[in-house]
Nanobody, 118 residues
Framework: QVQLVESGGGLVQAGGSLRLSCAAA????????LGWFRQTPGKEREFVSA????????YYADSVKGRFTISRDNAKNTVYLQMNSLKSEDTAVYYC???????????WGQGTQVTVSS
């Protein structure tokens, strides 16, 4: 029943910005962590950022701290990832993911491609 749908990916030049959206549906997400992971072919999927749906607490990977901002709109059941000062290293498929309280990220979106050109 839980559905996560990403959007907003695309091609952007280094130094540019992009905003990803994740529409969440299927249930209430009280105290869930909703976040973003990214993956490049041949590499392991890595954590990017997450937000607690209820408290608003945010978490960031060191590689994106200061450049990316995660936020959510509870009324719209949507989480956003504002990506600024993009680097070529940010190129990846970005996935929205959800974790129940004290659980792992067992719910995943389909992914959206972000390509940063130099």
């Amino acid at each position: 029943q839980v559905q996560l749908v990403e959007s907003g990916g695309g091609l952007v030049q280094a130094g540019g910005s992009l905003r990803l959206s994740c529409a969440a549906a299927g249930r209430t997400f009280n105290n869930w962590l909703l976040g973003w992971f990214r993956q490049t072919p041949g590499k392991e999927r890595e954590f990017v950022s997450a937000i607690n749906w209820s408290t608003g607490s945010t978490y960031y990977a060191d590689s994106v701290k200061g450049r990316f901002t995660i936020s959510r709109d509870n009324a719209k059941n949507t989480v956003y990832l504002q990506m600024n000062s993009l680097k070529s290293e940010d190129t990846a498929v970005y996935y929205c993911a959800g974790a129940v309280p004290n659980g792992g990220y067992n719910y995943w979106g389909q992914g959206t491609q972000v390509t940063v050109s130099s």
